[in-house]
């Protein structure tokens, strides 16, 4: 593959949220996990457990969770003040409900040794929490996760599908973990409906280059 076909194959990936009602084969959701995890990950913990669900009934029953908790929220007298906002949560929430399949990615929990010495040594040394704040930050545990999903997203593309990584799903948590019976030691970090698409979107432009990144050739000045 030459640069102009990878330039093809990333820039033509859409979020596709209409699908039809064409099955998934089981094989090639498994394959784009597989090309998945040879994303980078921290530590090489290959953190990641990937739910491939290809029963309708499951999949109604996470959106039926998610809706309940967007019509919860609706309910709050603080969502008067989001005004279009709080009818887009509503009619938004579950459009997923008829996708032919979804993978639900979870992230497994770890503590490196380094970070249990970061984390006793913060209850005696400032210095030591204002480096064990800048390392959560960045927390390498979903971000892990997150590299292998855009490796998963592409790969699914270039097999004709079309999926969208959500994380609006992850207001039911708790609900969603519990239909799926995902275990104590794991969190579930994104939900993605995959189909044959009926619609692929119009193109989304990016920002310029030169507006999100600077190239740094000399000293910056102080
Ligand atoms: C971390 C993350 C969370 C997202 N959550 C949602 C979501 O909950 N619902 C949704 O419809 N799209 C969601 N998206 C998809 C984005 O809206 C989409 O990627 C963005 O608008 C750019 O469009 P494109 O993917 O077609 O290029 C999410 C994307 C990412 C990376």
């Known amino acids: 593959m030459n640069t102009d076909e990878l330039t093809g194959l990333i820039t033509s990936r859409r979020s596709v949220r209409a699908w039809t009602d064409k099955p998934v084969p089981e094989s090639l959701l498994l394959k784009a996990i597989e090309l998945g995890t040879y994303a980078p990950n921290g530590g090489n913990q290959q953190n990641w457990y990937f739910y491939v669900i290809l029963n309708k009934r499951i999949i109604g029953s996470v959106a039926d969770a998610v809706q309940e908790v967007a019509e919860y929220m609706a309910s709050w007298p603080e969502a008067s003040k989001l005004?279009?906002?709080?009818?887009?949560?509503?009619?938004?929430?579950?459009?997923?409900?008829?996708?032919?399949a979804a993978?639900?990615?979870?992230?497994?929990?770890?503590?490196?040794?380094?970070?249990?010495?970061?984390s006793a040594r913060e209850k005696t040394d400032?210095?030591?929490?204002?480096?064990?704040?800048?390392?959560?930050?960045?927390?390498?545990?979903?971000?892990?996760?997150?590299s292998a999903v855009a490796y998963m997203l592409l790969a699914l593309h270039q097999m004709?599908?079309?999926?969208?990584?959500?994380?609006?799903?992850?207001?039911?948590?708790?609900?969603?973990?519990?239909?799926?019976?995902?275990?104590?030691?794991?969190?579930?970090v994104a939900f993605i409906p995959v189909g044959y698409p009926a619609e692929m979107p119009p193109p989304k432009p990016r920002k310029p280059v030169s507006e999100i990144s600077r190239v740094i050739r000399e000293d910056i000045a102080r």
């Open 83 to 100: 005004g279009d906002a709080a009818g887009r949560m509503l009619t938004h929430a579950s459009f997923f409900r008829n996708a032919p």
């Open 103 to 118: 993978i639900a990615v979870a992230a497994k929990r770890y503590v490196s040794p380094l970070e249990e010495m970061i």
């Open 126 to 146: 400032p210095r030591a929490g204002v480096i064990a704040r800048g390392r959560s930050i960045s927390n390498a545990r979903i971000q892990s996760v997150s």
């Open 160 to 188: 004709g599908l079309g999926a969208v990584w959500m994380t609006g799903p992850m207001q039911a948590k708790a609900e969603i973990e519990e239909i799926l019976k995902v275990p104590p030691e794991m969190d579930l």
